[in-house]
Protein backbone atom coordinates (compact mmCIF):
# COMPACT_ATOMS: atom_id res chain seq x y z
CA UNK A 1 0.00 0.00 0.00
CA UNK A 2 2.98 2.45 0.19
CA UNK A 3 2.65 5.27 -2.54
CA UNK A 4 5.21 8.09 -3.77
CA UNK A 5 3.23 10.43 -5.95
CA UNK A 6 5.59 12.95 -7.49
CA UNK A 7 4.17 16.23 -9.16
CA UNK A 8 5.70 19.62 -10.09
CA UNK A 9 7.82 18.85 -13.33
CA UNK A 10 7.65 20.34 -17.30
CA UNK A 11 9.58 22.77 -19.39
CA UNK A 12 11.08 25.79 -18.18
CA UNK A 13 13.71 27.80 -20.07
CA UNK A 14 17.67 27.94 -18.68
CA UNK A 15 18.07 29.76 -15.63
CA UNK A 16 14.36 28.73 -14.56
CA UNK A 17 13.21 27.42 -11.30
CA UNK A 18 11.02 24.33 -10.66
CA UNK A 19 9.41 23.00 -7.71
CA UNK A 20 9.22 19.28 -6.98
CA UNK A 21 7.06 17.66 -4.57
CA UNK A 22 6.73 13.71 -3.75
CA UNK A 23 4.25 12.31 -1.37
CA UNK A 24 4.78 9.16 0.08
CA UNK A 25 1.92 7.09 1.60
CA UNK A 26 1.12 3.80 3.26
CA UNK A 27 4.24 3.65 5.82
CA UNK A 28 3.13 2.47 9.35
CA UNK A 29 6.66 3.44 10.94
CA UNK A 30 7.98 6.36 11.56
CA UNK A 31 11.42 7.75 10.41
CA UNK A 32 11.19 7.65 6.34
CA UNK A 33 14.61 8.68 4.33
CA UNK A 34 13.98 9.80 1.11
CA UNK A 35 15.69 10.91 -1.86
CA UNK A 36 15.57 12.41 -5.43
CA UNK A 37 17.15 11.08 -8.34
CA UNK A 38 17.42 11.76 -12.04
CA UNK A 39 17.98 9.73 -15.09
CA UNK A 40 17.93 11.28 -18.89
CA UNK A 41 18.20 9.06 -22.26
CA UNK A 42 21.63 7.46 -22.41
CA UNK A 43 22.66 8.23 -18.91
CA UNK A 44 23.10 6.67 -15.81
CA UNK A 45 20.70 6.98 -12.79
CA UNK A 46 22.17 9.92 -10.84
CA UNK A 47 21.21 10.23 -7.33
CA UNK A 48 20.71 14.10 -7.29
CA UNK A 49 19.49 14.17 -3.54
CA UNK A 50 18.94 13.04 -0.10
CA UNK A 51 18.08 13.80 3.30
CA UNK A 52 19.18 11.89 6.38
CA UNK A 53 16.74 10.84 9.52
CA UNK A 54 18.24 13.48 11.07
CA UNK A 55 17.60 16.23 8.46
CA UNK A 56 20.81 17.10 6.78
CA UNK A 57 21.05 17.01 3.21
CA UNK A 58 23.26 16.08 0.80
CA UNK A 59 23.98 16.69 -2.97
CA UNK A 60 25.32 15.73 -6.11
CA UNK A 61 28.19 17.89 -6.93
CA UNK A 62 26.17 18.92 -10.40
CA UNK A 63 23.53 20.36 -8.79
CA UNK A 64 25.21 21.54 -5.18
CA UNK A 65 24.20 25.25 -4.47
CA UNK A 66 21.44 25.11 -7.27
CA UNK A 67 19.30 22.68 -5.61
CA UNK A 68 17.43 22.22 -2.21
CA UNK A 69 15.89 19.21 -1.01
CA UNK A 70 13.31 19.70 2.05
CA UNK A 71 11.13 17.46 3.82
CA UNK A 72 8.06 18.40 5.28
CA UNK A 73 6.58 18.26 8.77
CA UNK A 74 4.77 15.00 8.59
CA UNK A 75 7.85 13.70 7.14
CA UNK A 76 5.99 12.31 4.71
CA UNK A 77 6.43 15.17 1.85
CA UNK A 78 9.66 15.44 0.11
CA UNK A 79 10.77 18.68 -1.78
CA UNK A 80 13.24 19.74 -4.27
CA UNK A 81 13.39 23.00 -5.23
CA UNK A 82 15.65 23.78 -8.64
CA UNK A 83 16.93 27.09 -9.49
CA UNK A 84 19.06 28.06 -12.28
CA UNK A 85 18.26 25.03 -14.25
CA UNK A 86 20.40 24.12 -16.70
CA UNK A 87 19.83 21.96 -20.37
CA UNK A 88 21.41 19.27 -18.66
CA UNK A 89 18.83 19.26 -15.56
CA UNK A 90 16.52 17.42 -18.33
CA UNK A 91 15.52 14.10 -17.10
CA UNK A 92 12.76 11.69 -15.37
CA UNK A 93 13.18 12.56 -11.89
CA UNK A 94 12.14 10.18 -8.87
CA UNK A 95 11.51 10.25 -5.62
CA UNK A 96 12.18 7.24 -3.55
CA UNK A 97 12.24 6.09 -0.10
CA UNK A 98 12.93 3.54 2.72
CA UNK A 99 12.43 3.04 6.47
CA UNK A 100 15.48 4.80 7.76
CA UNK A 101 16.81 2.10 9.81
CA UNK A 102 16.92 -0.25 6.93
CA UNK A 103 18.36 2.30 4.46
CA UNK A 104 21.40 3.25 7.14
CA UNK A 105 22.37 -0.67 6.50
CA UNK A 106 21.67 -1.57 2.90
CA UNK A 107 21.83 1.99 1.17
CA UNK A 108 18.64 0.87 -1.11
CA UNK A 109 15.68 2.91 -1.56
CA UNK A 110 12.84 0.11 -2.27
CA UNK A 111 9.89 2.71 -2.72
CA UNK A 112 9.77 4.85 -5.90
CA UNK A 113 7.39 7.22 -7.48
CA UNK A 114 6.57 7.07 -11.06
CA UNK A 115 8.16 9.98 -12.07
CA UNK A 116 8.13 13.67 -13.10
CA UNK A 117 9.40 15.06 -16.28
CA UNK A 118 11.84 18.22 -16.32
CA UNK A 119 12.87 19.84 -19.28
CA UNK A 120 15.27 22.55 -19.46
CA UNK A 121 15.61 24.33 -23.07
CA UNK A 122 18.30 27.06 -24.12
Known amino acids: QVQLVESGGGSVQYGGSLRLSCVASGFTISGICMGWFRQAPGKEREGVAHIDGDGSPTYADSVKGRFTISQGNAENTLYLQMNDLKPDDTAMYYC????????????????WGQGTQVTVSS
Open 96 to 111: AAEPCMLYYYTHVYNY
